[in-house]
């Protein structure tokens, strides 16, 4: 493992993630280190921007969404709604961003260390592959401050770690920590938090050399098994598989098997 640096300056004071890309991966990293990258509606709002920009770009295949090593994000900025009415709740409609970000098509790895809390927790599962430090502290405190999980805590949540785990993290607002959430199948590596990065973007840069149409396609298959019934998901992974037969991924793919040499993708 090497360890990579997560060192980058923000062009402006008003740049809420920081951006760059390494080859074919797109890198985005939360930038509110102050308040532990508590999610305001401006900084989702470029985060949904960006992501959307790796989407378009045809030469990013994986994007990784970094936090810092002392926290991925510790939830929704509790200033920034603490005075506000359910009325200006629901008019703000602040989770359209959250729509935006989940519609993403590219894989998303996250690279979680320290907290993961709240709209944290929630946003790191609406990350594909989740690398996360042996320093992670997981939850839904929610419950402490009077709300309950708004971004998708109760349903995702329950969907990886199956009702009692929930009830327990949800309820009474205890953290899991990293064994906890890897035994819960809620994150899917646990490294030393000094690598916590750069296994990160190790392995983005291990998924983006498999052809780019597939990965797309095979993150939206195991996405539609939350979604649909067993048989429903299971004819809709079905249909992408085929279609995959249409691509010059696939030949290179299989003929690279047959004739012994790494394959050579192209995105086409
Ligand atoms: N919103 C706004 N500011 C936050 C924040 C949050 N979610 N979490 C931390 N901060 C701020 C703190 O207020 C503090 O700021 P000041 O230095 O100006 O006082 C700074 O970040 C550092 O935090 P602490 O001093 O509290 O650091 P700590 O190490 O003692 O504790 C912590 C860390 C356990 C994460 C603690 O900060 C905490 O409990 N944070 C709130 C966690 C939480 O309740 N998250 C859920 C939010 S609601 C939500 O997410 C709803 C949803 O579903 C979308």
């Avoid at 929610?142 to 949800?170: C, F, H, S």
């Avoid at 992974?237 to 012994?260: C, P």
Wanted: proline share 3%.
């Amino acid at each position: 493992m090497t360890t990579a640096t997560l060192e980058t300056k923000p062009m402006t004071a008003e740049q809420l993630i920081l951006v760059e890309t390494d080859g074919s991966v797109g890198i985005i990293k939360l930038n509110r280190p102050k308040v532990l990258n508590a999610l305001n509606p401006e900084l989702m709002t470029q985060l949904a921007e960006q992501l959307e920009a790796f989407d378009k770009d045809d030469s990013i295949y994986v994007i990784v969404l970094a936090g810092s090593e002392r926290a991925f994000a510790a939830g929704a900025d509790i200033g920034d709604m603490a005075e506000c009415s359910s009325l200006e709740m629901y008019k703000r409609d602040q989770f359209a961003t959250w729509d935006r970000i989940k519609r993403t098509k590219k894989p998303i790895v996250a690279a979680v260390s320290g907290y993961a809390l709240g709209g944290g927790c929630e946003l790191m599962m609406l990350c594909d592959v989740i690398i996360a430090s042996d320093t992670s502290q997981i939850g839904q405190p929610e419950i402490n401050i009077g709300v309950m999980p708004g971004a998708g805590g109760t349903q995702r949540l329950t969907r990886a770690v199956g009702k009692a785990t929930a009830m327990d993290v949800i309820l009474t607002g205890r953290f899991l920590n990293a064994a906890e959430a890897l035994a819960g199948g809620l994150v899917s590596r646990v490294v030393p938090r000094e690598h916590f990065y750069s296994e990160a973007l190790r392995i983005a840069h291990e998924m983006a050399r498999k052809g780019p149409i597939a990965l797309r396609f095979a993150k939206e298959s195991v996405l539609k098994a939350h979604e649909t019934a067993l048989s429903e998901g299971l004819e809709y992974e079905r249909k992408l598989f085929y279609a995959l037969f249409s691509t010059e991924d696939q030949k290179e793919g299989m003929r690279a098997f047959m004739e012994k040499r790494k394959p050579d993708f192209k995105g086409k």
